[in-house]
């Protein structure tokens, strides 16, 4: 049985029944190690560092026992690592690639190489680590990034220190980019130190080892636990953290506040070329850092480990706004931050031309990711909310560096040309071009409400498959909470709204902002139905269907094009109506003229805000019985007194009269929806019917 260890630094999650179920399964217990290891981000952030582990197989020909290595795969995460994501392959064919090794200045064949490796033929890709995990013997070994053994590693006298802490136990190699050449440089840093424990490598992570998969997972916390006390023992002691405090932080409440203001106006400047998707952080970790006196040292001086800076760019931009300034005027924030951002691309374009070679991919997107706020937090923009968030915490490690280093030593970042040699690499473009195509509203950022209705669920639902981040709005807070755990993380967020109070809707639209940066789609899904004739539609019927369906929209259209505008960036706002607003249907005079209020305020608005780039629809369902909560209640009853016919009677009444014969559901409304966002991309100030077709409330 072993013991649970203390540690003040690190986690110790081992779990020695959870291990002892597994049995002598090794690469079991080696992604089980992986997954303890990824659950804390102070040791590696997403998809930052490889585990593996060396088993004796049978050879599939021969029977004979041969040495297998499992080590996880190109692009995997060792926080959610599986048996699907690692790669399987013969230790000693890896090992015969020194014999046709050519030198460093061909590199990058040898990653095809490893394919004529493979033991196991359903292997994810090879990863360009392989070479240096085949080439230790160790049974199991981790390759991490903590941010207490990359501070050492980055510290102006890093090598020193590590024979500080460590004497002759652990090794050291200079900086150089992972590859094959450098997993020679370990095994000869083996050779030489035979009875070290594990290696740190400069500017870049630790390599460390264990006889078993428990003995390697105890042995990297406790040299990641050495060098996070050596660190918290000298850290503001000769002088403060980062050099001390130079801006105070606003409250929380009005950090957000600025936050929302300011993100719209950020996400626009950082979608210049493709639209990107914004996530915000006041994390302590993050303030006591853009508050500093320190940084406009350091921030210019980029990260130092590939892992950081290919997710967040060589630099930040840090802002030179006051954390109280005045937000509300967004043309003059504007005009203020635009040149901050042109110096940026340009400065982009210069590390770009001075460091490329004759076969680098063309320049990327040189806009910013990461944007800093004195007094406020930190901005992060990416292709996607996961990206943004991972950019996020891999900053906010970089970070940690910055402040270890410093307490220790001096911080040191990689030269710009090893660094351009890392985001450019040849092998990287490949993997960026295996990535599977973006969805048709990857980017895009919608608020959908009436979202835990049928039509509303249905419609968020659609916008998310199809890539769109969305914020759920609705009345109940319960529902929400059902649908955004059925999206999952990094998808949706969700926010209770009433659409007829202004300030509700104001608070929804922050919760987006907050969530995702801004706002490209709204869909007005909100709704009620009230079926009374003339006599009995008294005036509070009235006034409830003004307000949610008209007032609303207006209100949602008003608040959003307000965000759309600090983007710069187009929207679409899309109203869902009914074929009621078209046709005089009996029994209806509340809901008909509210829902034909509804579709002539899109008209208007779509001839008001064509010219910039803002798209404005109808879509008018007919009949959605199937799974709609307007059908469970009164409405229902007043329709079928309408038609002379039974409750249990409408599904059928509805699916016979339209021209189809078809039974409108709330998935058809969804499509619908993203027919205007996705196919009809030149379409305003159009009615598109979703009703089976109903002769009667044809538009032309």
């Known amino acids: 049985m072993q013991e649970v260890q203390t540690f003040n630094h690190v986690n110790f999650l081992w779990d020695e029944e959870h291990a002892s179920s597994l049995g002598d399964d090794q690469v079991a217990l080696f992604l089980y190690r992986s997954n303890i290891l990824g659950a804390d981000l102070r040791i590696t952030n997403y998809g930052g560092g490889n585990t593996s582990c060396k088993t004796i197989e049978k050879h599939p020909l021969t029977k004979e026992d041969v040495e297998v290595m499992w080590v996880k795969g190109s692009g995997g995460d060792i926080g959610t690592l599986t048996r699907s994501g690692i790669a399987g392959l013969y230790?000693?064919?890896?090992?015969?690639?020194?014999?046709?090794?050519?030198?460093?200045?061909?590199?990058?064949?040898?990653?095809?190489?490893?394919?004529?490796?493979?033991?196991?033929?359903?292997?994810?890709?090879?990863?360009?680590?392989?070479?240096?995990?085949?080439?230790?013997?160790?049974?199991?070994?981790?390759h991490l990034h903590p941010d207490a053994l990359i501070a050492i590693a980055a510290a102006k006298n890093g090598k020193e220190i590590t024979k500080e802490i460590w004497g002759d136990k652990m090794g050291w190699v200079p900086w150089q980019r992972p590859g094959f050449d450098l997993g020679l440089q370990l095994e000869k840093c083996l050779n030489d130190n035979p009875e070290i424990r594990g290696i740190v490598l400069g500017s870049h992570g630790l390599f460390t080892w264990g006889e078993t998969s428990y003995d390697c997972y105890l042995n990297s916390l406790e040299v990641i636990e050495m060098a996070s006390e050596y660190i918290a023992e000298r850290e503001g002691k000769d002088r403060p953290v980062f050099g001390g405090e130079k801006v105070k932080s606003l409250p929380e409440d009005k950090r957000r506040t600025q936050a929302t203001l300011l993100a719209p106006i950020l996400r626009g400047f950082c979608s210049s070329h493709k639209d990107m998707i914004g996530h915000y952080t006041d994390d302590s970790r993050v303030l006591q850092f853009v508050n500093s006196h320190d940084l406009e040292k350091l921030a210019p001086l980029g990260t130092s480990c590939p892992d950081h800076f290919l997710r967040t760019k060589i630099k930040p931009l840090v802002l030179d706004l006051s954390p109280n300034e005045d937000l509300t005027d967004h043309e003059s924030i504007k005009a203020k931050l635009a040149p901050a951002f042109t110096q940026y691309?340009?400065?982009y374009a210069v590390y770009y031309d001075n460091c490329k070679h004759p076969n680098s991919p063309p320049m990327r997107d040189p806009n910013p990711v990461v944007i800093l706020y004195p007094g406020v937090g930190m901005f992060t923009f990416a292709k996607n909310k996961q990206t943004a968030r991972v950019a996020a915490e891999f900053y906010t490690n970089a970070i940690n560096v910055m402040r270890g280093a410093e307490a220790i030593s001096e911080y040191t970042s990689l030269p710009r040309q090893e660094a351009f040699d890392i985001e450019y690499w040849l092998l990287e473009e490949d993997k960026l071009k295996r990535q599977p195509p973006e969805k048709p509203l990857s980017r895009k950022i919608a608020v959908v409400t009436g979202a835990a209705g049928g039509i509303g669920r249905a419609?968020?639902?659609?916008?998310?498959?199809e890539g769109a981040n969305v914020l759920l709005s609705d009345l109940t807070e319960e529902n929400l909470k059902e649908i955004d755990a059925?999206?999952?993380?990094?998808?949706?967020?969700?926010?209770?709204?009433?659409?007829?109070?202004?300030s509700?809707?104001?608070?929804?639209?922050?919760?987006?902002?907050?969530?995702?940066g801004g706002v490209d789609i709204i869909v007005h899904s909100a709704g009620l139905a009230i079926s009374k004739p003339l006599a009995e539609t008294e005036s509070k019927d009235w006034e409830l269907l003004q307000n949610v369906l008209v007032k609303g929209q207006f209100l949602l259209a008003q608040k959003g094009v307000q965000i759309m505008r600090k983007q710069g960036t187009g929207g679409n706002i899309i109203s869902i109506a009914s074929k009621n607003g078209l046709v005089s249907g009996p029994n209806n005079v509340g809901y008909g003229t509210a829902k034909a209020a509804q579709q002539h305020m899109s008209r208007l608005l779509a001839a008001e805000l064509g010219s910039e780039g803002i798209r404005v629809n109808t879509v008018n369902p007919d009949g959605v019985i199937v799974g709609s909560k307007i059908w469970e209640g009164e409405w229902a009853e007043g329709r079928a007194k309408a038609y002379g016919i039974n409750v249990d009677e409408l599904p059928a009444h509805y699916a016979k009269r339209n021209l189809l014969n078809e039974i409108i559901l709330p998935a058809d409304i969804a499509d619908g929806v993203f027919a205007f966002l996705a196919v009809a991309k030149k379409s305003t100030g159009n009615i598109l019917n979703v009703d089976g077709g109903m002769a009667s409330a044809f538009v032309r």
């Open 345 to 347: 691309r340009a400065d």
């Open 504 to 516: 509700s809707i104001e608070a929804m639209y922050e919760a987006a902002i907050l969530a995702f």
């Open 486 to 502: 059925e999206l999952g993380r990094d998808v949706s967020a969700y926010a209770v709204a009433d659409v007829s109070k202004e």
């Open 91 to 142: 230790t000693d064919r890896i090992r015969s690639l020194k014999n046709v090794y050519r030198g460093i200045e061909h590199e990058d064949e040898m990653v095809a190489l490893f394919y004529h490796c493979l033991y196991d033929l359903d292997s994810r890709a090879p990863s360009i680590d392989t070479a240096l995990h085949g080439l230790l013997p160790f049974k199991h070994i981790d």
């Open 459 to 465: 419609i968020a639902e659609k916008l998310a498959l």
